[in-house]
């Protein structure tokens, strides 16, 4: 974490956002992980709000630039990841208290190369904390993990750009 920075607040939400996600890779309590995700997903979203409402409130050029990036955020392939997923999955568990992440074993289908003349098919669960796949949206079929990933680099190029701009 920077030490020299126009949006503390901001950054203390992400890093708060950076350690529920690592809580995430280990978690196999089925509870447990639902409600890391719910949290993971809202404090990325929170990012933004702390962003404008308290980092922009100590600074009138922190506001004005934290609202022109957000303009910037809600087009282009770049921004994809705060559009298609931090808001979407935010709004969706706010409003429905569902997710598009799935909780429980993941079944698997294999095909096998023919035997005899014959496909085989096989299918299997994956019961584990291996593979936690996005069952809709932009993102269908990612780990929700690597989401939250993206979303976090993203998140920190975003609040390295504002600095940058703010010097």
Same mark, same amino acid.
């Given at each position: 974490?920077?030490?020299?920075?126009?949006?503390?607040?901001? &950054?203390?939400?992400?890093?708060?956002?950076?350690?529920?996600?690592?809580k995430l890779e280990l978690e196999t309590g089925h509870i447990e992980w639902r409600l890391n995700w719910v949290l993971a997903v809202?404090?990325? +979203?929170?990012?933004?709000?702390? %962003?404008?409402?308290?980092?922009?409130?100590?600074?009138?050029?922190? &506001?004005?630039?934290?609202?022109?990036?957000?303009?910037?955020?809600?087009?282009?392939?770049?921004?994809? /990841?705060?559009?298609?997923?931090?808001?979407?999955? &935010? @709004?969706? /568990? %706010?409003?429905?208290?569902?997710?598009?992440?799935?909780?429980?074993?993941?079944?698997?289908?294999?095909?096998?190369?023919?035997?005899?003349?014959?496909?085989?098919?096989?299918?299997?669960?994956?019961?584990? @904390?291996?593979? &936690?796949?996005?069952?809709?949206?932009?993102?269908?079929?990612?780990?929700? +993990?690597?989401?939250?990933?993206?979303? /976090?680099?993203?998140?920190?190029?975003?609040?390295?750009? /504002?600095?940058?701009? %703010?010097?």
């Open positions: 974490m920077r030490t020299e920075t126009s949006v503390p607040k901001a &950054r203390l939400v992400l890093q708060d956002a950076m350690y529920v996600r690592d809202v404090l990325l +979203r929170v990012v933004g709000h702390v %962003l404008d409402k308290v980092d922009g409130a100590n600074n009138v050029a922190t &506001r004005t630039a934290a609202r022109d990036f957000y303009q910037s955020w809600k087009s282009g392939e770049k921004n994809a /990841i705060f559009r298609d997923f931090i808001e979407r999955e &935010r @709004n969706t /568990i %706010l409003k429905e208290y569902s997710s598009d992440v799935t909780e429980g074993p993941v079944p698997v289908m294999a095909y096998l190369q023919s035997h005899d003349g014959f496909d085989v098919v096989r299918q299997f669960l994956i019961e584990e @904390n291996l593979y &936690r796949p996005m069952g809709s949206g932009a993102y269908e079929g990612e780990d929700g +993990r690597t989401l939250l990933d993206e979303a /976090i680099a993203w998140w920190a190029q975003q609040l390295d750009a /504002i600095d940058e701009t %703010l010097k």
